[in-house]
């Protein structure tokens, strides 16, 4: 028996027979790429019935394809979106295409998920439209992800703002008899800035440990014990650790040049602790050095040390004492 083709040409059994396996290879092929999209792949009629459902569908929205087929797709629509739904009917019966749709859906378990939908009008033999194929992709963590990068810029934004303006005002606060000193002096003081934040990046720029920017603010002073330092550990936010690591960066350049560490046997001790009214208390005192004596006028380091803490809401007091220089701050935290 032989059957005429679309054009009236007598096709054998045999040709027949190899068109209907390479129709079903294909329809095989298509049927597993399908199901094994991680993409969920539904169709639904005109009406917004599931009619299938693929396994990367179950995985994304949680419902069998059991639990599912049959079902009105607004089962993973949030309430307040039920809106949505009626619009791409409305635009699938006119034969449009929704492309990378990005919008809300709801799981099995009620958690919300961000998803792109793309979504194409089925049409029958006849090229009538009787439903629609729709494909989401669960986009969640892309979402999560596209928001922390906004927030991290934002804070960097910030946190540069915040670094550039310390900077800026210890540059202006900065005078020297010479361009050498004033360079040395300006130098001093942003590596000051720039110790602390090396810190930051070790707890993600939450803050900084006191005893961490103690120890490298005083570093070049701990031999044979000059430098003691002693507190609880404290957790410092970035700006007020960049004010207390500046302010020991003065003390310690001041105690190096006329005070206590300019002398062999004079020694610095800084202990911190927290107050009853909750504010951080640190104690820098010197000892062993030359009679501290009451300036006549501030000098430029007390003023740094002042608008540091100041800035901060923090106090400052000076006691120039015979044995040497102590300096006392309270700030909040």
């Not at 459902?53 to 629509?77: L, M």
């Not at 927030?151 to 550039?164: D, F, G, P, Q, V």
């Not at 310690?252 to 040049?257: D, G, M, R």
Request: proline letters at 3%.
């Amino acid at each position: 028996m032989t059957q005429n083709n679309d054009v009236g040409i007598a096709r054998a059994p045999e040709q027949i027979e190899a068109a209907l396996r390479e129709s079903e290879q294909r329809l095989r092929w298509l049927a597993s790429i399908i199901e094994s999209s991680d993409d969920a792949i539904v169709s639904k009629n005109l009406d917004g019935v599931i009619t299938s459902w693929n396994g990367g569908a179950e995985r994304i929205f949680g419902y069998s394809a059991s639990e599912a087929i049959g079902q009105p797709i607004t089962i993973v629509i949030p309430q307040d979106r039920q809106g949505e739904e009626r619009e791409i009917l409305t635009r699938i019966r006119r034969g449009e295409r929704v492309d990378h749709f990005e919008t809300v859906r709801q799981r099995k378990n009620g958690v919300l998920i961000a998803v792109s939908l793309t979504i194409s009008p089925v049409k029958d033999a006849s090229g009538r439209i009787v439903g629609a194929s729709k494909i989401a992709r669960d986009i969640t963590e892309q979402k999560k992800n596209q928001e922390l990068i906004v927030t991290l810029a934002r804070e960097a934004e910030h946190r540069s703002k915040n670094l550039l303006a310390n900077a800026i005002a210890t540059v202006n606060l900065s005078q020297s008899s010479s361009p050498e000193g004033l360079k040395e002096i300006i130098a001093g003081r942003v590596q000051a800035l720039a110790n602390v934040c090396s810190l930051f990046a070790a707890t993600r720029w939450i803050g900084a440990e006191i005893s961490e920017i103690a120890t490298q603010e005083l570093a070049p002073y701990f031999e044979r014990k000059r430098t003691l330092i002693d507190g609880p550990q404290t957790l410092l936010a970035p700006d007020l650790a960049q004010a207390v690591a500046v302010t020991l960066h003065e003390l310690a350049t001041n105690a190096a040049k006329y005070g206590a560490l300019s002398k062999s046997d004079g020694q610095v001790r800084l202990e911190w602790s927290h107050a009853v009214d909750g504010r951080l208390q640190l104690r820098w005192t010197e000892t062993g050095g030359p009679a501290a004596h009451k300036p006549t006028r501030k000098g430029l380091g007390s003023r740094i040390i002042e608008q540091m803490i100041v800035q901060q809401k923090g106090e400052v007091r000076f006691d120039w004492r015979k044995d040497g220089l102590v300096c006392e701050i309270k700030v909040p935290v």
